[in-house]
Nanobody, 125 residues
Framework: VQLQASGGGLVQAGGSLRLSCEAS????????MGWFRQAPMKEREFVAA????????NYADSVKGRFTISRDNAKNTVYLQMNSLKPEDTAVYYC???????????????????WGQGTQVTVSS
């Protein structure tokens, strides 16, 4: 599967952005999907994951209550709605996919089998 992330940009603290990640192929619903981020000089970290049917989600503590992951299997797209953004949310955000038959929203924290190219999110103070 190929993943194309978009929607990043520059926003003031307290603002909102919605990231999108469109997948190629006809088997999108067979993947657990996730978002990760990497800030300068830091390691990549897990942000959120969603099950193949959207029925279960999992979030990093740092974004819980502010970010919402969702998916539309008819559009082969996963979203990350980011509200109440903080300067520490500044990073390159990546979407990832993992085959659902061998993954859960918990194991997705370890990373994906497939990765998108990343989209920059910058939050100014």
């Amino acid at each position: 599967v190929q993943l194309q992330a978009s929607g990043g940009g520059l926003v003031q603290a307290g603002g909102s952005l919605r990231l999108s990640c469109e997948a190629s192929g006809r088997t999108f619903s067979s993947y657990v999907m996730g978002w990760f981020r990497q800030a300068p000089m830091k390691e990549r970290e897990f942000v959120a994951a969603i099950s193949w049917n959207g029925g279960s989600t999992n979030y990093a503590d740092s974004v819980k209550g502010r970010f919402t992951i969702s998916r539309d299997n008819a559009k082969n797209t996963v979203y990350l709605q980011m509200n109440s953004l903080k300067p520490e949310d500044t990073a390159v955000y990546y979407c990832a996919a993992r085959v659902a038959s061998s993954a859960t929203i918990g194991t997705m924290r370890g990373g994906g089998d497939y990765w998108g190219q990343g989209t920059q999110v910058t939050v100014s103070s």
